[in-house]
């Protein structure tokens, strides 16, 4: 993760956010003490609402990051990770709940 994952990811969220420098780190989406969990997933990141998650098409902040999620974040990890893309229709594969918890779960989402 340190060698692959976290140069290709840090090097996207930059472009996204229009940063020179890298903010990303471990602990962005393993919580504050990913050590003590062994970097367990999902972790760290803020809970999605599977019946309401952000559309990709509307105009907000909040599309604008789910269309970044979508075409860029899921698939680039889903490659890195050498995973397929979730497939809605066998509900396999790496996508959004892979990394975020959903509302309601049992996992515990760090600030």
Not at 46 to 59: F, K
Request: some cysteine; hydrophobic content about 35%.
């Amino acid at each position: 993760m340190t060698w692959v994952v976290l140069p290709n990811m840090a090097q996207r969220f930059q472009a996204f956010a229009g940063t020179a420098n890298a903010t990303l780190t471990c602990r962005s989406c393993h919580g504050p003490d990913p050590e003590s969990v062994a970097y367990r997933m999902p972790r760290g990141l803020p809970a999605l609402d599977p019946a309401h998650l952000p559309e990709a098409s509307d105009t907000d902040q909040r599309g604008r990051t789910a269309k970044f999620m979508i075409e860029t974040v899921t698939p680039t990890m889903a490659d890195l990770l050498g995973e397929p893309s979730y497939d809605p229709k066998t509900e396999r594969g790496f996508g959004c709940f892979k990394c975020h918890p959903a509302v309601g779960s049992s996992e515990r989402s760090a600030p």
